[in-house]
């Protein structure tokens, strides 16, 4: 059983040194600032006071399906400062890394209408499909996803309405040891409520990996993929992974994002986790340095410090 220790329940010095440790936190949105309905009790102040402390504030999501415009009305409703370049979610970091690397290729893409258009609006060549049902006519489905095209990015993001047939024309675009596998969110369990959630994307992506040529290997640029990890590096500027604090809701991707790039790693109980989930894990990669009953707990660490120590 993992030993994980409150930020409450350090002492003073402790409290210090952990405010003082990192320059940058990073934060998961869903589960931490705000659930399905309503926003976590302290979160703006959390936020505000963090940023007063002189740390920079970046929200690290897998949730691409949600329209920026979104999360700035709902980062902004709980009085905590909205920036564009400091929102990170997948199809940012899919469009970063494919003018890092100056991609004029056809890309055959897997994931929203939303996150689609927004591909396609930044220049690059994409098809989707098949979407027509093929009922028992597998010639007419062979036709639909071997269609030969010189396909060399397959890029799958959340799609809720991933069918077989897409899962098939992937598969065969993939058999080109030219043709590169990326991915965005990876969750493997996608909280709805509190006390329920249903299997993420993860699972179906884990099938697709699995029928890849031996060798092959995706790039995971939604969390918690190490490939992200570089990206969030380069873009703000950070010599230090460990000047970093990621703070998350999930074990798996939130925690093994951190661990997987070297960050420091703080828990919150307010999404999909359980402090005796935490405790159970024999998961060295998902167990996290700190924990928290909520993101609003920083906002009383910082308050339990004395003036001329804070900073």
Known sequence: MSQVRNILDLSM??????????????????????????????????????????????????????????????IKSIGATYRQEDLVHPIHTIIYYLKKIKCRDLIYFIGSDHTKNILSSAGFNVICGPTEKFDADFRKLVAAVKDNQPVKYVIWDVDLNYSYPQFLRAELYLRDPKCQLILGATDYRVPIVSGFDLPGPGYLMDALEAALPPGKKPIILGKPGIELGEILMEKYAISDPQRVLFVGDMLHPDIKLATNNGFQSLLVLTG????????????????????????????????????????
């Open 272 to 311: 999909a986790t359980t402090r005796k989930q935490m405790l159970s894990s024999e998961d060295s990669t998902v167990i996290p340095d700190f924990y928290a009953d909520s993101i609003a707990a920083i906002s009383k660490l910082i308050q339990s410090l004395p003036i001329q120590s804070s900073l």
């Open 13 to 74: 010095d402790e409290k210090r040194n952990f405010l003082n440790s990192f320059d940058f936190m990073m934060t998961d949105c869903d589960g931490v600032l705000w659930n399905l309905i309503d926003p976590i009790p302290g979160t703006g102040a959390a936020l505000r006071d963090v940023e007063a402390a002189g740390k920079r504030v970046i929200y690290v999501s897998n949730n691409s399906v949600c329209p920026d415009s979104v999360y700035e009305r709902k």
